[in-house]
């Protein structure tokens, strides 16, 4: 069987995946707090996992691979946007705003991340459906001393766990010096977390042996992993910004809850994507979503094209001349793969991913099939990263013979040159970039490309 090396983050080496059933890979990843559409770093882990999970997929066997990935859909960020939107007078309890908002949250979730090609998960677990198991984890933990109940609260004791920090490489007095700390006289020290906290009446909440209230937020991982997975499982993914302290509270809660579980035995941080150096975050307001990509008229193959240029544990930047170049090449393959069934998945192909996914050295591999025109192993291979996938190449299909408007530009172009006039020429171009068409003219000639957007209905007729 193919050996899959992945970078542990928590043993900062690379480590051979030896699933703890063998034959049987188990992976758990974060997944988004539903209360307002996914910025495009959000799609970097989906794009990322996804991919992972097509690889283990295609080792071990479709029906060997459970992928578990979330929905917060009790935080106090959607407790406010539903507040918002009832003071601003949308009709409805605060509970059906909550609720009318999570499910929006999550349809136009899986709408965006369908369209990059992201398989949906084995388990999308929803936070508010595992509220039981979440309260008896809780109980669990205050009964081993881990945990302590005051002024409605249930914080966790970080210093009862030894490896707090581990994962992070930090003691935990850094990181008191170095982390917005909540002070709260509830807390018998500042690094303490909340495991519970009380609801009042304004608020969605649940009776708990604590009062009405609701859970903090590691522990929604920390429960839903262990109903669904186990409290030991193979893979544990989400970005480089969880890894501190939401992984860090995950890993405390969970090996203080079961003391004979390993909790996750690889952890897996995808690096975060930038804008100007920095990351794009909702609360820095640098953010675009991925539906506005969409509705630019990048096709999702492309965007997830560019995302697989760069290695996971990279920062990356999203360019329109990535994302140019990307759809260049996917046009080409797509002309290439037509009407070719695919083949066998390329072992140099196999081998790159396998290599703590290196997705860049599995694209060039792809372009080095392509060079040498196997149509049927470009195809397969290429499907493995989830690209020239059947359902996503309408964007491709239309077709692009422009010489005969490359033509009729360069003709133009040359009888305006004589009367000094480019009006014609002007209206021409226009004409072209509405359709989408990048316009190209030097003096070698004129040349015509389809770009973002391209449709062949809005050409301009040619008389
Ligand atoms: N810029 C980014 N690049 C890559 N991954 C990101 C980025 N921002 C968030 N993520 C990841 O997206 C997933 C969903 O995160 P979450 O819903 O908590 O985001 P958010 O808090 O709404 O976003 P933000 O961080 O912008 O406030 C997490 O795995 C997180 O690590
Ligand atoms: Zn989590």
Known sequence: MTQIRLHNSKTRKEEVLAPLTPGKVSMYVCGPTVYDRAHIGNAR???VFDTLFRLLRHVYGAENVTYVRNFTDVDDKINAEALRRQAAGVP???????????????????ADMDALGALRPTHEPRATEYIGPMIAMIEELIARGHAYAAEGHVLFDVRSFAGYGALSGRSVDDMIAGARVEVAPYKRDPMDFVLWKPSDDSLPGWQSP??????????ECSAMSRELLGETFDIHGGGIDLQFPHHENEIAQSCCANPSGQFAKIWMHNEMLQVEGKKMSKSLG????????????????????????THYSKPMDWTDEKARQAEATLRKWRGMIAGAEPG??????????????????????????AGKGDAAGLLASARLLGLLLPDMGAWAEQSVDLTAHAGHLAALRADAMVRKDFSAVDAMKSALMAAGVEVRMSKAGVELLPAAGFDASKLPVLE
Do not use: C, K, M
């Open 45 to 47: 882990p989906v794009i």
């Open 92 to 110: 409805g309890t605060l509970e059906d705003l909550i609720r009318g908002r999570t499910e929006e949250t999550i349809a136009w979730y899986h």
């Open 286 to 309: 640098n953010f675009f979503t991925v539906r506005d990509l969409l509705e630019q008229g990048w096709p999702g193959e492309v965007i997830r094209f560019v995302y697989l240029q």
């Open 344 to 369: 066998q998945a390329d072992p140099s192909v196999v081998a790159a991913l396998s290599q703590d996914l290196n997705t860049a050295g599995a694209i060039a591999e792809l372009h080095a099939l």
């Open 210 to 219: 604590w009062g009405r209230g609701r859970p903090g937020w590691h522990i």
